[in-house]
């Protein structure tokens, strides 16, 4: 078995409303099918949508748009055209949705230690977004895609094992609950980008992460020095979570984007 040698630093960075306009592409979707379909035929999807999401924990918009199906397969024309979304989401271009300087922070860090892609989501959709956005390649195909990105802090220190992690997300939830798991092995890093880190609900209830800043590009004038200092002052103890490298990659669907076969 060949280990994967560690990092001193490995950037966990998130993918919807940190790297990629996730609002954006909502509002886009949502005057989609207001201009497309009746209104009818959109509350129901949307409201399945909610429905999923509760259930799930995360957004399923094709989940959603599979449920819709079985919900009208008896139904008349016009709810039966809603199918026609999946090829909205699937063609959507995410690359013109990436925040600015979102590529040059990916290659910023990725000067300063290993990047990796730490997102939540479905298997087919998030895959898809991280590929067409050009992200997957920005990071060299170190995606991670987890139904509950922050329960599986196990797996991700087996796939990419280093003395000290860095994480970038929008959600001070997520960052609170991996800085109890992982405390001084992980620096927390919020964006203050999307409607998860402006509104207060999402935001009072939690502490402060140990940096913040306003957008995702102000990360690449961050000097460099912080992540290495961390570094020094942690050690996180891998391994024995350190698993086979051929195995380094556990979101493989990207390749298959919008594919379900």
């Not at 620096?187 to 992460?209: L, M, N």
């Not at 140990?210 to 996180?236: H, K, M, N, T, Y």
């Not at 103890?237 to 086979?244: I, L």
Request: overall charge negative; charged content about 25%; glycine content about 6%.
């Amino acid at each position: 078995m060949t280990a994967v040698a560690a990092s001193d630093v490995v950037f966990l960075i998130d993918v919807d409303n940190t790297l990629l306009d996730n609002d954006r592409i909502v509002a886009d979707l949502q005057h989609y099918l207001e201009g497309n379909f009746d209104r009818a035929s959109a509350e129901r999807y949307w409201s399945i949508f909610e429905a999923l999401r509760t259930e799930l924990g995360y957004a399923d918009y094709l989940g959603a748009l599979q449920r819709y199906r079985i919900d009208v397969d008896a139904g008349g024309p016009e709810e039966q055209r809603l199918l026609l979304m999946s090829s909205f989401l699937v063609d959507y271009p995410f690359a013109k949705r990436l925040y600015p300087r979102a590529l040059k922070v990916i290659e910023h860090l990725g000067q300063h230690g290993l990047t990796v892609i730490l997102s939540d989501g479905d298997v087919v959709f998030q895959p898809c977004k991280v590929q067409r956005s050009g992200l997957w390649d920005a990071v060299g195909a170190r995606v991670l895609i987890f139904i509950h990105k922050e329960q599986m802090l196990d797996a991700v220190q087996r796939h990419y094992p280093a003395r000290h992690y860095v994480m970038v997300d929008d959600k001070l939830r997520i960052l609170t609950s991996m800085k109890k798991s992982m405390q001084k092995c992980l620096t927390t890093v919020f964006v203050r980008q999307g409607h998860y880190a402006v509104g207060s609900a999402h935001t009072t209830s939690y502490p402060a992460a140990d940096f913040a800043i306003e957008r995702i590009g102000d990360l690449a004038d961050v000097d460099p020095q912080r992540w290495q200092r961390a570094a020094r002052r942690s050690e996180c103890d891998t391994g024995e979570k350190v698993m086979n490298a051929n195995t380094a990659n556990c979101t493989t669907s990207a390749r298959d984007c919008g594919s379900t076969t």
